[in-house]
């Protein structure tokens, strides 16, 4: 059975870090994107950061570059995102999304190219 179970999820003082982690598992790695989505109060899904599981080359929406980094475990099949100076604008659910085998660029508009999702992890960041 294939999953993806997120953790690391907190309530966090704006300027302080918090790592999330998601386990895949159920699934080869293969060459897929991973990506970590959220979800703010209020706010449509938005995609945050993206890595490549072939090469790691990561991608990251605007909102986040500079703060936020992903990263993979290959041997645990772990994604990371560890984010830094966090802003009262972070507080959101975060869920983490792989899309099947994947050639290029991985997407973060396009959600919908990811076809598995886990059930999300929340963060609150007080100002």
């Known amino acids: 059975q294939m999953y993806l179970v997120e953790s690391g999820g907190a309530s966090a003082q704006a300027g302080g870090r918090l790592t999330l982690a998601c386990v895949a598992s159920g699934f080869p790695a293969g060459n897929r994107c991973m990506a970590w989505f959220r979800q703010g109060p209020g706010k449509a899904r938005e995609g945050v950061a993206a890595?490549?599981?072939?090469?790691?080359?990561?991608k990251y929406s605007d909102s986040v570059e500079g703060r936020f980094t992903i990263s993979r475990d290959k041997d645990t099949n772990t994604l990371y995102l560890q984010m830094d100076d966090l802003r009262a604008e972070d507080t959101a659910m975060y869920y983490c999304?792989?899309?099947?085998?994947?050639?290029?660029?991985?997407?973060?508009?396009?959600?919908?190219?990811?076809?598995?999702w886990g059930r999300g992890t929340l963060v609150a960041v007080s100002s």
């Open positions: 890595l490549y599981t072939r090469d790691g080359s990561p």
């Open positions: 999304a792989t899309t099947g085998r994947w050639v290029g660029a991985c997407p973060l508009i396009n959600e919908y190219e990811y076809n598995l």
